[in-house]
T-cell receptor, first 114, second 119 residues
């Protein structure tokens, strides 16, 4: 059982829809991340929240809007997406300082924009 | 800029045999971390093993070992005694050294290697 849970697992939405992806972690971590995984491309880091403050935004279009209401929850709000935004969206979390602060990932949300 | 290169899009191995998945990296940082993740068809990225740039010994975790050759900038994953459940995508990733003490990390991933284990 994963410590990072993402819902929904699958989402199909039209280009005019508004939807939200949810991520929840029960590992006591203080950093959370959104990654995008497109076919045949490396994972791309989209956003990083550390201690509920956004510390990284990798030139992501404004149609993606993250929200981190507390250290256990992370949302990705979607609106007016494009077909090229279809991908697997992975949430991850990690904890603290030190050497081997590996990130733990959720199972992802498979998003299809039609 | 940092870069991870995985040159093997796909690998085949027979059950119970060992397999090596290649990973080379490019960085100007002196301090960095290298990770391997496994992604089964379910989508979840599962952490396998970590190697720090200052670690003198190669990391090992059960059937996984990391062949770290710093001068060649390679961090190959060795899976011993392959099992059918090892069939998955495998990703090599690197963490920027500048974030070692900030409580969060930026991971740069390679394009992955698909491993298929046959009976």
């Amino acid at each position: 059982e994963t410590g990072v849970t993402q819902t929904p697992r699958h989402l199909v939405m039209g280009m005019t829809n508004k939807k939200s992806l949810k991520c929840e972690q029960h590992l006591g971590h203080n950093a959370m991340y959104w990654y995008k995984q497109s076919a045949k491309k490396p994972l791309e880091l989209m956003f990083v929240y550390s201690l509920e403050e956004r510390v990284e935004n990798n030139s992501v279009p404004s149609r993606f809007s993250p929200e981190c209401p507390n250290s256990s929850h992370l949302f990705l709000h979607l609106h007016t997406l494009q077909p090229e935004d279809s991908a697997l969206y992975l949430c991850a979390s990690s904890h603290g300082t030190g050497r081997a602060t590996e990130a733990f990932f959720g199972q992802g949300t498979r998003l299809t924009v039609v | 800029a940092q870069k991870i290169t995985q040159t093997q899009p796909g690998m085949f191995v027979q059950e119970k045999e060992a397999v090596t998945l290649d990973c080379t990296y490019d960085t100007s940082d002196q301090s960095y971390g290298l990770f391997w993740y496994k992604q089964p068809s379910s989508g979840e990225m599962i952490f396998l093993i970590y190697q720090g740039s200052y670690d003198e010994q190669n990391a090992t975790e059960g059937r996984y070992s990391l062949n770290f050759q710093k001068a060649r900038k390679s961090a190959n994953l060795v899976i011993s005694a392959s099992q059918l459940g090892d069939s998955a995508m495998y990703f090599c990733a690197m963490r920027e050294g500048t974030n070692m003490n900030t409580g969060f990390q930026k991971l740069v991933f390679g394009t992955g290697t698909r491993l298929l284990v046959s009976p």
